[in-house]
């Protein structure tokens, strides 16, 4: 279910956030590029407050002289550990939005890049990016997920100005890396307050549509292609660059490292690429708007039995199956399935049955939930994707 059909908002061409599906994650990411362009309003300060984050840890590294057991050093390391924001319902998970966000290895691979770069004179880091592409173990989702926690006193503003324009009823919530104290060098957990996700009974985030991408931006292998194209003559003299062209994105990051000069360049020059935030109205990747295209074919192939005892639950996955069959053979659903020149990937279909089993099962009154004692394990809707993928191989 999505965020404006809970809270049963209309939506009106003024509101620019993103309409979220809480149950899971939408595969898109927070491109803090994309906030930077925003030169007024709420947000116009947002890049300098992320960049003081860094500097604030720059200055820890710097002070720590490297000793890993000094206490600015710890006080880096604790500030560089990324919980997962699971609150904006963005990222890879396909069941539920709490994912892991960026681990102990993480962490030691950012501090790496931090204590690089401030051994190669850099005393700021211009952009966050940097830290990727001198330790070259970061995601485009850990990118994502430290840009939402660095500015989520911002996103958290934000969701409540909307909450409070549309009526949306807000609790109070503990929330975790609510803010960062630059004077006592750590994060700061509050109670903040904030619209319910119904599907984990925790709190909501919104983030503007126009942030959100489904690419990285500064990445090693992007440094690499450009780099190849714009700079060869200078680097050809170095045999590791001139002949290893698939080598290991850390690799790719020892190289940033090791021209720090043209990584400067890499950087400037994505700055100054026009930035595009995914077309979510177009959703040419089915990322967003599968929940509503698997109503559509609930809707157009309506089920024929419904269960009406447990004994019963076979014949039931039998029809459900039967019906998503017969909406994309014989009622034109396959057109959803074929995008811009070629097919789609498997995970569409099997999203738009996920989609299709939830509007049957809630149009019918029936319980969706995992089995409460299946643990970690597939609970019954992750049985019947499985079943459709099967299906439809």
């Known amino acids: 279910m999505r965020f404006s059909e809970y809270y049963n908002i209309p939506t009106t061409p003024e509101d620019d956030w993103f309409d979220t599906f809480m149950p899971a994650d939408t595969k898109l990411f927070v491109d803090p590029f994309l906030i930077w362009e925003r030169t007024e309003g709420q947000w116009a300060s947002a890049h300098d407050h992320l960049i003081d984050f860094f500097e604030m840890v720059f ?18 390391k604790k500030l560089l550990l990324f919980p997962e924001p699971f609150e904006f319902c963005l990222g890879v998970a396909e069941s539920s939005p709490m994912g892991i966000g960026s681990g102990a290895c993480l962490q030691r691979d950012m501090l790496e890049g931090v204590k690089v770069a401030t051994g190669l004179g850099m005393s700021r880091v211009a952009h966050m ?17 430290m840009t939402c926690n660095i500015l989520k006193s911002y996103f958290i503003a934000y969701t409540q100005e909307v909450c409070r324009r549309h009526h949306v009823p807000m609790r109070e919530f503990d929330v975790t890396n609510a803010e960062w104290n630059k004077d006592y060098c750590r994060w700061v957990s509050k109670k903040c307050e904030l619209p319910v996700n119904p599907a984990i009974n925790r709190p909501l985030i919104l983030t503007p549509a126009s942030f959100l991408r489904r690419i990285p931006v ?20 170095d045999l590791a660059f001139d002949i290893a062209r698939n080598v290991e994105r850390r690799e790719k990051a020892k190289l940033a490292r090791e021209n720090p000069d043209v990584a400067a360049l890499y950087l400037k020059a994505l700055e100054e690429e026009p930035k595009n935030p995914y077309p979510i109205h177009d959703d040419p990747d089915m990322l967003v708007h599968w929940y509503e295209a698997g109503a559509e074919l609930a809707e157009n192939s309506p089920l024929s039995f419904v269960p009406e005892r447990e004994a019963d639950f076979g014949k039931f996955v039998e029809v459900v199956v039967d019906c998503f069959r017969h909406s994309i053979e014989d009622q034109d659903g396959w057109q959803i399935l074929w995008g811009e020149k070629r097919g789609r990937e498997e995970r569409i279909s099997q999203a738009l049955f996920r989609s299709s089993v939830i509007h049957y099962c809630r149009a019918n009154d029936i319980d969706l939930s995992g089995e409460a004692d299946a ?12 079943l459709v993928s099967s299906c439809t191989r």
């Open 375 to 386: 643990g970690r394990g597939p609970g019954r809707l992750q049985v019947l994707a499985w």
């Open 218 to 237: 500064a990445t090693p292998d992007g440094f690499w292609s450009w780099a190849w194209s714009n700079m060869s003559e200078e680097l050809r003299g």
């Open 129 to 145: 990016e940097m830290l990727n592409l001198f330790q070259g173990g970061m995601g485009v989702d850990r990118l994502s997920d």
């Open 59 to 76: 200055d820890l590294v710097k002070k720590s002289g490297g000793n890993t057991s000094s206490v600015s050093w710890r006080q880096s």
